[in-house]
């Protein structure tokens, strides 16, 4: 069939507001839209730290998901939602955080990390530290070492939440630390 195509400035509005309104991040995360990678933890840390300004840049593997992420982030004053974005805007969003936060129940070796470690972002993360590296090389922290994933695994984001909060609160407000990672 015949047909125009009308590009949606949706997408476009979201960037550009992080682009021109918000000079930094504090948290970004990246990731999909599967469950596994557990977007409802930053909306939770977003409720409980209105104080912080949250992106959320996410890749469209599972429709309903992703709109579902995109409308919980609508009425918190302070979450960017990005959407899809492309690789050369990430690199640009991640020179714009303070850290990067991870809340995926399982990785390999995340390229987000190297993204994140290349532009001097620290990266917490709730539970994956591949061969140890955020630790031993000091690039960053885990929520706690005394953490028990298997709690978030049934999707208990407010306590993912809660965990994380006293990590992200500790890098931010100590200079020292934020510069050693």
Known sequence: KDSQLIKSIAGKLN???????VEKFDVLWVGNSLPKKRFEVV???????PELIFAIAMN?????RYLLAQEQSKPLSNVIFLGQTSPDKMETNFSKAKLYLNTSTQEGFPNTFLQAWQVGVPV??????PDN???????????????????????DFQLCANELKTSINRVLTNIDLYQLY
């Open 15 to 21: 960037q550009d507001i992080a682009d021109t309104v």
């Open 43 to 49: 909306i939770a840390l977003a409720k409980l730290m």
């Open 60 to 64: 469209r593997a599972d429709k309903g």
């Open 124 to 129: 917490i993360s709730l539970s994956v530290d």
């Open 133 to 155: 590296i955020i630790i031993d090389k000091q690039l960053g922290m885990l929520a706690s070492e005394n953490f028990d994933d298997k709690l978030c695994s049934e999707f």
